[in-house]
């Protein structure tokens, strides 16, 4: 079984930045697309960014579009989101994401992200 693990998260002042990282065991195989997602209390879970496995195609909620990159690092199997930026708005618990082939889909644990005014 995959297992994710993310760091990064904090505490920052709007226009901060910050770097998110997830790091997929070396198990995995298959892998067909990574991604962020994030979730704000009493919202829905929400895409913020995805990334195919060879990294040669990216997407980005409107939201973040010009603040966010998502990047892939196949040596070190990591999937990393550099948050430039940030408002209040970007608070929220992130989770990071990998499908396989098989449509399975593995989450991380949440990393706490929240930027004050």
């Known amino acids: 079984q995959v297992q994710l693990v993310e760091s990064g998260g904090g505490l920052v002042q709007a226009g901060g930045s910050l770097r998110l990282s997830c790091a997929a065991s070396?198990?995995?195989?298959?892998?067909?697309?990574l991604g962020w997602y994030r979730q704000a209390p009493g919202k829905q879970r929400e895409l913020v960014a995805s990334?195919?496995?060879?990294?040669?195609?990216?997407n980005y909620a409107d939201s973040v579009k010009g603040r966010f990159t998502i990047s892939r690092d196949t040596a070190k199997d990591t999937v990393d989101l550099q948050m430039n930026s940030l408002n209040p708005e970007d608070t929220a618990i992130y989770y990071c994401?990998?499908?396989?082939?098989?449509?399975?889909?593995?989450w991380g644990q949440g990393t706490q992200v929240t930027v004050s005014s």
């Open positions: 994401m990998i499908t396989n082939s098989y449509g399975n889909a593995y």
């Open positions: 070396r198990r995995t195989f298959s892998i067909s697309t």
């Open positions: 990334i195919t496995s060879s990294g040669s195609t990216t």
